[in-house]
């Protein structure tokens, strides 16, 4: 009770500066200093004891909740007719005082045209005086209140007053800006002056709330993102689709990914959170639903980068009575049906590098504030591209090759001189590849920047890379004034050899000034995993390449499906794989059917060469979901747990409950998971999907918004039986 009594003291005892609001009979508004809040005026009669102080702080209180919480109802779209009072909410974003008597002040409302308000008296002391006086006193960025007579609506009036329907219950359809001369106008709540707003301002990830507020970009994007979820799930509504919610409390079984687990208060008792509903939507196709979906979300405890989050939104699908086929036609009716739908809703807006939708409303404004309007959203023939696993890792050195980038990996190590082949790799009968970059050279065909831009792609080199086993890659670069064209470390006959337009060469014939030929040596083995090390070279000079303006930047939208996945994988250190102890895992996951009769056969005699029904669809280089055909029948899922990837009793018994739902009749099925936070990403024109997410996690899984997670206290490992590891 004596720390309450001093609290008590020093609120009311406080001598604060003040933010005056209001002007005329307002009152005064409390103060908010940075890290607390004082309910104090200067103006404080004496106070004799508690109770009065309790009382007056109660006063006080309700006072400023009074001012801050009542004020009149926005008006509806109807009422916005020229000469008619409305009242409109939002926030005071920008104010233009043309002269003494005349201020102009812009509101942003959300969802909704932009308003354009204007105060202007002729004698002192009158009630517009008054009302001018306090529109330049609210701080900017604060909560208002307006009200005022409508000027003039911008856009579409004619379509809006004639009874079209609104798009919200406030602003009418075909109405980007309204013009009214203010009335009056009531702030909500002040915006500090600590805060410093500029143009392109950014906040750290604690102050999230203000990125998403002065962002345009970022808040574009989150308004863009429920109307892309809204047109995939009417577009599965339309096939006949049901959505169904599956619990976010599951148990433990090893899919592939380290999983969040939750203790209990049960000794010993813990769920997981889904990696994904994988197995309750194989169960519900035993179930008898036919066609299910849903928006789920997914966790998963893996290393984090650009474009993977600890808990994702993924939109889940599963066909019964279908195959890998009919999933992936499907999946390109939801996907070919979005341009039309954001074109119809949002305009694509350019501002220096960044693209991002605007609502088509706000589009007649762009080009005010410094933006361009950019391209629509092209049309996505289908059906898409299907490549085989080996074809995209051959001709492109990845698994979700980027079908934007101009030129293809050859394999050149036959027409090559061993001389060359032992300079580049220690290899002994490596695997050679290479591909030609023409890059875009200035009018004067100055080779000096691009041979600025090769020393800089090579000393920027990842580790990876640059300090492979295999050998880094090794650039050349095509000059005609040079001996052999400056390639004379390939050797006369290598040269010719490479161009002379050889079947599978092309691509090295006719070489010009500036051209780049990048060589690296692998094994030669079988491919596995998701990319080549000259893969990865690709896209690296490629994405470097564009923003130094060596190549053009490509908006196009390359879609495809990758498939003939092999069925299984080596183990490796990253995955955790199934639990099994046979050496390798399922690539997709355990529950993947085989792609052919022969690889069924080839399960029991050799399964590291068979393919699995697995299909990814990728675009641009970003892969946004993978999918498979299932294994429907109990016995052959339990042979592959047990047999093939030699999980033993206690984990096969994890999967009980499937291999039960797969006994009862459960019919043929397959199903796909798109990464719904990478679709808008991409579609958004973003790398990263924390443009997309309103409160993403860091590098380090952090919400440093709210400081998540948290330490454990002793009370909480009390309570769920848990411990502290020891040290060492």
């Keep these: 009770m004596s720390q309450l009594r001093v609290s008590l003291r020093r609120l009311c005892s406080a001598q604060t500066s003040r933010i005056r609001c209001c002007v005329g009979n307002l009152p005064r508004q409390f103060h908010v200093a940075p890290g607390h809040h004082s309910y104090t005026t200067s103006s404080s009669p004496p106070i004799r004891d508690e109770q009065d102080a309790q009382k007056i702080i109660g006063q006080k209180m309700r006072k400023a909740w009074t001012q801050s919480s009542q004020f009149p109802d926005a008006s509806q779209a109807k009422d916005f007719e020229h000469g008619k009072q409305v009242t409109v909410h939002g926030f005071l974003a920008r104010r233009r005082v043309k002269h003494s008597k005349l201020v102009f002040a812009d509101i942003q409302v959300d969802n909704g045209p932009s308003i354009q308000i204007t105060s202007a008296f002729e004698e002192p002391g009158s009630p517009e005086h008054k009302v001018s006086t306090m529109l330049r006193m609210v701080p900017l960025y604060s909560p208002v209140s307006v009200t005022g007579a409508v000027v003039k609506l911008h856009g579409s009036p004619s379509e809006a007053v004639e009874g079209a329907k609104p798009v919200t219950d406030t602003f009418l359809h075909g109405v980007s800006r309204v013009d009214l001369n203010l009335d009056s106008i009531q702030p909500l709540n002040v915006f500090p002056k600590d805060i410093i707003v500029s143009d392109g301002v950014q906040f750290p990830p604690s102050a999230r709330h203000l990125q998403i507020r002065f962002s345009k970009p970022l808040r574009s994007r989150l308004l863009a993102r429920p109307k892309i979820g809204f047109q995939l799930r009417q577009t599965l509504e339309n096939l006949g689709f049901t959505e169904v919610e599956t619990p976010i ?108 939708p605007i609502p088509r409303r706000d589009s007649a404004s762009a080009d005010n504030t410094g933006e361009g309007l950019g391209s629509r959203w092209p049309n996505l023939p289908t059906p898409f591209l299907r490549l085989a696993y080996q074809d995209a890792m051959s001709r492109f050195g990845s698994d979700k090759p980027d079908l934007r980038i101009p030129f293809e990996i050859k394999r050149v190590d036959q027409v090559l001189p061993a001389e060359f082949v032992s300079k580049i790799t220690h290899l002994e009968k490596p695997v050679v590849e290479a591909f030609r970059f023409r890059p875009n050279l200035g009018e004067d065909g100055d080779l000096g920047p691009v041979s600025e831009f090769v020393d800089n792609f090579m000393k920027a080199l990842p580790p990876a890379l640059a300090k492979s086993a295999d050998g880094a890659p090794v650039p050349l670069i095509y000059n005609s004034k040079k001996p052999l064209g400056g390639l004379s470390s390939l050797g006369y006959d290598g040269v010719e050899d490479l161009t002379n337009g050889a079947l599978g060469l092309e691509d090295f014939q006719d070489l010009q000034d500036g051209d780049i030929l990048v060589f690296q040596a692998r094994e030669d083995k079988p491919f596995q995993g998701g990319s080549t090390a000259l893969g990865t070279s690709r896209n690296l000079i490629y994405q470097q390449a564009v923003s130094r303006g060596l190549l053009p930047r490509d908006f196009d939208l390359k879609f495809l499906w990758v498939v003939d996945f092999p069925m299984f994988t080596p183990d490796n250190d990253a995955d955790p794989g199934q639990g099994g102890h046979a050496g390798f895992s399922a690539t997709h996951h355990p529950f993947t059917a085989p792609l052919t009769p022969a690889d069924v056969e080839l399960l029991a005699t050799d399964p590291m060469k068979a393919r699995a029904d697995h299909y990814d669809l990728v675009v641009n280089g970003i892969e946004l979901g993978g999918g498979s055909r299932r294994i429907h029948l109990a016995a052959m899922q339990e042979y592959v747990m047990r047999e093939i990837l030699k999980m033993d009793d206690k984990g096969v018994d994890q999967f009980a409950h499937l291999l039960e739902a797969l006994r009862a009749g459960c019919p043929p099925h397959a199903g796909f998971a798109l990464g719904f936070d990478r679709l808008v990403a991409v579609f958004t024109d973003t790398d990263s999907v924390r443009d997309v997410i309103a409160f993403p996690k860091s590098m380090k899984g952090e919400d440093l918004t709210v400081k998540s997670p948290s330490k454990i206290t002793e009370e909480q490992l009390k309570t769920y039986h848990l411990a502290r590891a020891r040290k060492g």
């Design 249 to 356: 409390l599951f148990k433990s079984t090893p899919e592939g990914a380290r999983e969040f687990l939750v203790p209990t208060r049960r000794a010993n008792m813990a769920y997981a959170l889904p990696q994904s509903p994988q197995q309750y939507k194989q169960i519900l196709m035993a179930s008898g639903v036919r066609s299910y979906y849903q928006f789920a979300r997914c966790f998963r405890d893996e290393d984090l980068r650009a474009d993977r989050q600890p808990e994702f939104t993924q939109l889940d699908l599963e066909m019964s009575f279908a195959t890998g086929k009919d999933v992936m036609n499907t999946v390109e009716t939801l996907i070919s049906e979005l341009p039309t739908a954001l074109n119809a809703q949002f305009q694509v807006v350019n501002k220096g590098d960044d693209h991002y």
